[in-house]
């Protein structure tokens, strides 16, 4: 035990497991992030700009904190990057900005509730 308490304080890493339910609904919430950015920012900006932007923004995130819950929403934002990346290069489906953020939005939405649910199913199978 106290190899596994001094290897979690060297890299960072809390003792206390962080289950996949959680790690979904913060990724979840990084897609929804993304989606709005770039529903928003391509008004303004060019999608490639904005998209590599957002990989960067992602990669920022994730990397400036060794928590399981940090790492996984700039996971969901970089996620949003590259597909937008893909997409505005011609090698995805040909989705155009706003269809892509609605799309990202509709999906990280669906992350955040389906964890909901699957943190309801587990506490309800603990108690019985």
Known sequence: MNG?????KST??????????????TA???VVLGGVIIGIGHLVLPIWV???????LGIAIASADRRPM????????LAVGAIA?????????????LTLAIVAIAFGILDVVISLGLGWLR?????T
């Open 4 to 8: 596994l308490i001094s290897a979690s």
């Open 12 to 25: 960072g890493m809390d003792t206390d497991a962080v289950s996949g339910v959680d790690r979904l609904r």
């Open 28 to 30: 979840g919430i990084g």
């Open 50 to 56: 904005l998209s590599v932007g957002l990989a960067g």
């Open 70 to 77: 940090v790492i996984q929403f700039g996971i969901g934002v």
């Open 85 to 97: 990346l893909v997409e505005e290069r011609g090698y995805g489906l040909g989705l155009e900005p």
């Open 123 to 127: 506490a309800r199978l603990r108690r």
